[in-house]
């Protein structure tokens, strides 16, 4: 049962995570580091900078080490060989982040790409940013889904203690009940040791009297 109630819940996040999907990719012409170029950019609601910083290092570790370019606020991959894009050919890749969106742009050498002289490799350019698009959502989800299924433990956590606590109530009543029996039957016990006691008291009251006129008759029989 507890299995099953955590399966159907990472179902239900699943479900309900693929609604949030970002929007498609846009090519604009946005100023940077050389200049005004051709870009690729990619909106990410809800979505912090440094998250996405982080994702697109993750997403192009494969492709080239990273660098940073804090003057022009970009983040710089020189010679990386992107297959689906552009061949075996290096590209130098740029990157600016910022307002919760992601712009990229490709310098094959020859120039940025862009669907007027490069239209095969902007296609492959806005597909690969897609996908990154879509990785970010899925590690948002993944995070949103651990958290989910933290605060599920935490709930069955939960109900196991409140279980436990119903078995130590259960004694307690059980143990309550023999004390209560134990003390019916000593009440019934008490009685009769009540109705001796009173027997005991008239028995010794006639004792006293006996003893007491045999005291007051020493010495009258002469």
């Given at each position: 049962?507890?299995?099953?109630?955590l399966?159907?819940?990472?179902?239900?996040?699943s479900?309900?995570?693929?609604?949030?999907?970002s929007?498609?990719v846009?090519?604009?012409k946005?100023?940077?580091s050389?200049g005004?170029?051709?870009?690729?950019?990619?909106?990410?609601?809800?979505?912090?900078?440094?998250?996405?910083?982080?994702?697109?290092?993750?997403?192009?570790?494969?492709y080239?080490?990273t660098?940073e370019?804090?003057?022009?606020?970009e983040?710089?991959?020189?010679?990386?060989?992107?297959?689906?894009?552009?061949?075996?050919?290096?590209?130098?890749?740029?990157?600016?982040?910022?307002?919760?969106?992601?712009?990229?742009f490709?310098d094959?050498?020859?120039?940025?790409?862009?669907?007027?002289?490069?239209?095969k490799?902007?296609?492959?350019a806005?597909?690969?940013?897609?996908?990154?698009?879509?990785?970010?959502?899925?590690?948002?989800?993944?995070?949103?889904?651990d958290?989910e299924?933290?605060?599920?433990?935490?709930?069955?956590?939960?109900?196991?203690k409140?279980?436990?606590?119903?078995?130590?109530?259960?004694?307690?009543?059980?143990v309550?009940?023999?004390?209560?029996?134990?003390?019916?039957?000593?009440?019934?016990q008490n009685?009769?040791?009540?109705?001796?006691?009173?027997?005991?008291?008239?028995?010794?009251?006639?004792?006293?009297?006996?003893?007491?006129?045999?005291?007051s008759?020493?010495?009258?029989?002469?």
């Amino acid at each position: 049962m507890k299995n099953f109630t955590l399966l159907t819940f990472i179902a239900c996040i699943s479900i309900l995570s693929g609604t949030g999907l970002s929007g498609q990719v846009a090519q604009a012409k946005k100023q940077m580091s050389l200049g005004i170029q051709n870009g690729f950019s990619i909106s990410l609601p809800d979505t912090e900078d440094k998250f996405i910083e982080k994702q697109w290092k993750k997403f192009t570790k494969d492709y080239g080490k990273t660098k940073e370019n804090k003057k022009a606020d970009e983040i710089f991959i020189e010679g990386a060989v992107i297959k689906t894009i552009n061949g075996e050919n290096a590209m130098d890749i740029y990157t600016a982040i910022e307002n919760n969106s992601i712009t990229v742009f490709f310098d094959n050498k020859n120039g940025f790409i862009n669907s007027t002289d490069n239209p095969k490799e902007a296609k492959s350019a806005e597909e690969f940013i897609q996908e990154f698009a879509y990785e970010v959502q899925r590690e948002k989800t993944r995070i949103e889904l651990d958290n989910e299924k933290d605060q599920l433990k935490k709930y069955e956590k939960n109900l196991e203690k409140l279980k436990r606590d119903l078995d130590g109530y259960n004694k307690d009543i059980e143990v309550a009940k023999d004390k209560i029996k134990k003390a019916e039957m000593n009440i019934v016990q008490n009685g009769k040791d009540q109705e001796k006691a009173q027997i005991d008291i008239k028995t010794q009251m006639k004792t006293v009297e006996l003893v007491q006129k045999k005291l007051s008759e020493i010495g009258k029989s002469k």
